[in-house]
């Protein structure tokens, strides 16, 4: 198996590379609008015509279904440059701030300013468009950088280098790849901006190595997004789509719902609807789940492990196996697995499950639920199911998450009009279209005098009676 954790480190490269993407980055710093979409337009045509070698990739690192691939690595990147390129000139221009009176004669103006070098680390579970997309934002705001695949996903990793290569100068894009000692080798430079997606752990490591420089971070990590069904909501409704955003990718997916919350009366029939859905998705033929192409595998020994041992502690510990209970070391296959009955004292509630197992847990009313949520620290996205606005108003003002989605689950990662992103142990900073935009930009505020120095004279020392005055009235009614 190809293997990248052993690519050894050079720093004197890595020293080398920067030191030249300092010097583009001045340059790029004022590079136009047709310029950038320029850059945006040759990484697009890139990525259609390689749609195939992306698609061999991917599956050969973890099994991916090809529509998988198509709709969750591809399509997300192609639509965020498409969107970037439609909105990119107004998104440069900035914005005129309204003149507030003690500020009369003069102007308000933003403007984004690129930030300069910027280094983008990438995780292992949507490779191609966690690395390619946060480059779409870097690229579109006039800033160079630097990439770090996951030593995780080694195929689709080196198909980036060589798209990269392809499209991009050393001093404009580059890859490393490599494991942690890369990583850490990197994070040691003044980067201007670190784009990191990956677990709360290392975002922790990130951002002490980045305070090291005061370098701006956007952290995009992970955590247990929960989905919480109203009685009254549409079960079979709920069902699908619960099913669909959880075992796409095999689980593998940062906001995947990680467990469910649902009154005690609608378990069992929100059960059955799920066991349904399950079967119709994917096992349609009765030839078993593990005969279709549809459903991906685990992506390594290590992380199926861990997910074998959740399942073994839920169960150790008085979980009830719903669904599933299949696997296979050697393919690293799940079966999807449902656990009833699970209690806070299981792993599977402690840590993000990040694989194909869903605890259901049951509420009797919706204080509770929203209890537990806020009983574990603040999640990437939150579900809510039912068309009670009441509760759905209550949940989203009673709970904190980076994104919350009403009568669906993980769709809200497609939209490029939405910041995407977590808050506090799921993320800083945002993502996607404008909102990456500006992660990759210094939105400098700029002032304008226009009436000449009368103003500021007024409050000019020595300080007398009349510029007290001033004062107490600019407190008073200002
Ligand atoms: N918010 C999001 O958009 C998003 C998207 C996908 C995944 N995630 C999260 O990512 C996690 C899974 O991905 P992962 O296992 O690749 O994450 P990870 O944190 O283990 O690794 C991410 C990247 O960091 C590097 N890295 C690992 N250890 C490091 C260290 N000690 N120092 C510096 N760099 C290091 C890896 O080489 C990899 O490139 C989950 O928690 C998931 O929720 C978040």
Redesign the pocket.
């Known amino acids: 198996m190809l293997s990248l954790s052993s690519t050894h480190l050079d720093r004197e490269e890595i020293n080398q590379v920067f030191k030249k993407q300092k010097a583009t980055a001045l340059a790029w710093r004022k590079s136009s609008h047709a310029e950038r979409s320029d850059r945006l337009k040759k990484l697009r045509t890139w990525i259609l015509n390689h749609k195939a070698d992306i698609r061999t990739a991917v599956a050969a690192d973890f099994k991916k279904p090809v529509a998988e691939v198509d709709l969750s690595e591809i399509f997300p990147v192609t639509s965020e440059i498409k969107h970037t390129l439609a909105h990119l000139k107004s998104w440069m221009k900035g914005k005129s701030v309204s003149t507030p009176l003690p500020m009369l004669g003069t102007q308000g103006r933003v403007i984004p300013e690129a930030k300069g070098v910027s280094l983008i ?6 490779p191609f468009n ?1 690395a390619i997309g946060p480059l779409v934002s870097a690229l579109a705001a006039g800033c160079t950088a630097i990439i ?5 996903t080694p195929h689709t990793s080196k198909l980036i280098e060589k798209l990269i290569q392809e499209v991009f100068k050393e001093d404009e894009v580059a890859v490393f790849q490599g ?2 000692s890369v ?2 080798a990197l ?1 040691e430079l003044p980067f201007d901006h670190i784009f ?8 922790k ?2 951002m002490k190595a980045a305070a090291e420089h005061l370098t701006s971070v956007t952290l ?4 247990k997004s929960p989905a919480i069904i109203q009685k009254g909501a549409s079960l079979k409704d709920a069902a699908g789509k619960l099913v669909v955003g959880k075992y796409l990718n095999c689980g593998q997916t ?1 906001v995947a719902p990680d467990y469910i919350l649902v009154h005690q009366e609608d378990r069992d029939t929100l059960l059955d609807e799920m066991k349904v859905f399950i079967q119709k998705a994917y096992d349609p033929d009765f030839k078993g789940i593990e005969a279709t192409p549809d459903y991906a595998r685990i992506v390594n020994d290590k992380h199926y492990e861990r997910l074998i041992s959740l399942m073994t502690d839920a169960q150790d510990k008085g979980a009830i196996l719903a669904f599933g209970g299949n696997y296979d070391p050697h393919t690293r296959y799940i079966e999807p697995c449902i656990l009833n009955d699970v209690t806070m004292d299981m792993k599977v509630m402690e840590e ?1 499950i ?1 694989g194909p197992i869903l605890p259901i847990m049951t509420y009797e009313n919706l204080d509770e639920a929203i209890a537990l949520v806020n009983s574990l620290p603040k999640p ?1 996205a939150l579900y809510f199911f039912g068309e009670d606005g009441a509760a759905k108003n209550q949940v989203l003002s009673e709970t904190s998450s980076g994104n919350a989605v009403i009568n669906d689950c993980v769709l809200h990662f497609l939209h490029n009009d939405l910041p ?3 808050v506090n142990n ?2 800083i900073g945002k ?1 996607h279209g404008y909102y990456g935009f500006l992660a990759f930009s210094n939105e400098k505020g700029i002032l304008t005098q226009r009436v000449g120095t009368t103003s500021s004279t007024l409050l000019n020392p020595p300080y007398g009676t009349r510029t007290k005055q001033i004062l107490s009235t600019l407190i008073k009614w200002f």
């Open positions: 680390i990438a995780p292992w579970n949507y966690l770090k695949p996951s030593e995780m494991d942690a990583s850490q994070l990191f997606t990956g677990s709360p752990q290392v975002g490591i990130v995009e990590l992970g955590g940062c993000e990040f990437l995407f992103g977590g799921s993320g993502a």
